[in-house]
C-alpha cells in the first residue's frame, strides 16, 4: 500500500490538500513528481573571487549580524556583513522580516546568491542561508520544482529529500535484462539523481530511465488493448478492379498519393486480413474520395459500407458528398443520426437490416446496440480523433469484422503515430491536388482590427464569405477573451448590411444545421463560431479564416481552423489575432505564418510542448506525459518501443511476476487516463 502524502514527515493535512491539488496523493507520486530544472550551487567560491552578476556559493563568518534599516514604508533593507579568509562581504535583504536575530557573530555559514555592485561595493542579495555542517541544499545541484499556490521551493526541496530517505529502497520494477540490454539506469539510482544529482551526468542518466520508462509503460498500455483487433479475418472482395469504373467518374484524376493510398486499401480488402488501416492527409488532400472509392468497391462487390463522422453537421455534409459522387449509380445512400425522430430513424433501421441501404452515413448513432447491418464489411471512420479505441473495437464487433478505414486530418509525425496506432497500418496522403493556392496566413495585434474589418469589409463585398473564430461562448469572469456571442453582436453592428451567423456548441443541433446551411448556401456572410467548425466541414465560398485569441489554440488545432478556407480556386486568408508577448505563442504564430505543411506543424507542436503539457494529448487519447518530450525524445521512444514489443512476445498478457511492477503501471494509465477518449 503505497504511503499516504499526509504521513510524511512535515507534511501536515493542509499541505497535504495542497500537494493532492497537483495530484500528488502518495509519498511514490511525490517521488514521480519531478524537478523542472536544477540550480548548480556545488561550486563554491571564496569572497576575493565573487564577480558582478554570478550566482555563488560562499563559506563564510558571521562578521556583524543583521541590523534592518526601514528606507520605505514598504522598504525593508537588511543587512550583514561576512568574510571569509579572502576578504568582507555585505549581505543584504529586501523586505525580509525574518532574517534579523538568525545570526550572531563568528556563527559559521554558507550562503548562495546573486553578487551585484551597489555604490561600487560588491554585496550578495537575497541569499539561501544554511548553518555549516548542516547543508542540505547549499554546495551541490539543488532541485528547482514546478511550484504551485503555498508550496515553495524549499517546501518542495525538503520534502523530496525525506520522501527519498522515508522511502528507502524502492523495487525495480524494469526487469535487469531489460535495463542492461538498453543501458538504462537503476530506479534508485535514477530516483536519487533525478532529483538530486551528483553531478549533470548523473541527472541525465536519471532522466534517461525515466523517459524509457514513461514510454514503455504508456507503450505497454496502448498495445495492451490492442490485441484482440489485430488479426482477424475479414470480407474478401473479389473484385476490386471496379474500382476504375468510379475513377473514371471523377470530375478530376487522382493524385498520386491518393492512388497510392487507395491501392492500398484495396489490397486490404482483398487480403482476407480484417483491415486496420489509418490515412493520414492534411485538410484538403482529397481523403473523401478515396473513402468513396473504397465504399463504391464494397457496395460493387454486394455488401454494405458505413462512414461516420463525429457530428451531424459532418455527417449531413458526407451524405451530400458522395451522394454526388454516386449520382446515376444505383447505389442508396442512408442517414442515420441521433437526433432524427423515432420514425425516421425505424424507417433507417429497416434498410439497413435489409440490405435497402447499401451506404450508411451516420454519427456514434451507427454503432448502436439496435442497429442491425444486413452485410456490413467497411467502415470508414472520419476524423478519427474523436473516436475512441473502445468505439473502435465495438464497431469491429458489428456484423462480421468489417474493414477498418480510419481517416485523420491531423497529421501526426510518423513516431508518434507508431505509438497511438501501432495496430493500424498506416497511409499517408502527402500531396495536394494541384492549382491549390497556400493560405495566406498573418499573425496581427488589437492595433491591426480596424485594418483587418475593413479587409473583411472589402472581400464580402466582393462575394467571398468569413469564419471568425472564437474559443469561448459565454462571457467568464475574464473577459479579455473574445467571446462568440458578444463578438457575433458586434459585427452586426459593425456590417448592419451582412447577416452574421453565430454557432457554438450549446446550440441545438437543429439550430446549428440551419446555420450552416444558411452559410453554404451564402446567406450568412461572416460567421462567428466556436471551434465547432473545426473539423471537417467544406464551404468553398468561404475564403478568410479570423481566430480570436490565437494564443489559446495548440498549433495542430489552429493548422486544422485553418484548413475551412482555400478550399475553392480563390486565394484565401488566415489573420489571427494573438496577445500576450510569450515565447512558445511567438513561435507557434511564426510556424503558422511560414507553413501550410501539417506534418511540419504537428511536429513543431510537438517541439514546442514540454512534457506535462497537454499537445492536444487528450485529442489524441494519450495521457499527459510526465518527463517526456515525444519529439526531444524520439530516440529513446524508437529503444522504448523495441523493448516494449520485446516484453509483449514474451507475456502478452504481463502476467508473469517478472512484469508485475510494469503491469501496474500499464493498468494504471488505462484506468486513469485514456477513458476520456
Ligand atoms: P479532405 O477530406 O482530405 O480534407 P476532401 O476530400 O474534402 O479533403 O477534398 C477537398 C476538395 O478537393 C474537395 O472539393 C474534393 O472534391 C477535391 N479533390 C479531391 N481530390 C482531388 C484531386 N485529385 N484533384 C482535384 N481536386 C480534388
Ligand atoms: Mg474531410
Redesign the pocket.
Known sequence: MPKDIRYLKGVGEKRAELFNKKGIKTVEDLLYYFPRSHEDRSEMKEIADCVEGETVCISVTVFSPVKDVRVRRNLLVSTMVVCDQTGALNVVWYNNRYVKGQFMTGDEYILYGKITRNRGKMEMINPVFEKKGKERFTGKIVPLYPLTEGLTQKILQSSMELAIKEAGRLDEYIPADIREKYHIAELNYAMKNIHFPEDFDSYNIARERFVFEELLILQLALSGRKDENTVRDGVVFDDILCVRDFVET?P????GA?KRTLNEILKDCKSGKMMNRLVQ??????????AAAAIYTAVKNGHQAAMMAPTEILATQHME?LNEFFKGMDINVVMLTGSMKVKEKRLAYDMISTGAADVIVGTHAIIQQTVEFYDLALVVA?EQHRFGVEQRAKLASKGNNPHMLI?S?TPIPRTLALILYGDLDISV?DEL???RKPVKTYAVGENMRKRIFAFLEKNVKAGMQAYVVCPLIEETEKSDLQNAEMLAEKLQTIFPDFKIGLMHGKMKAKLKEQVMDEFVRGEIKILVSTTVIEV?V?V?NANIMVIENAERFGLSQLHQLR?RVG?GGEQAFCILFAHGSNEVTKKRMETMCISNDGFYISEQDLKLRGPGDFFGTRQHGLPEMKIANLFEDRDILAVSQMAAKEIMEEDPQLSSEKYKGLKRRADKIINEDIVMN
Open positions: 471523377l478530376f484524376p487522382l493524385t491518393q492527409g492534411d485538410v484538403g488532400s482529397g481523403k473523401t474520395a478515396v458528398t472520419d481517416m486530418a496522403i491536388p494541384p492549382g471537417g467544406n468553398p484548413g478550399r
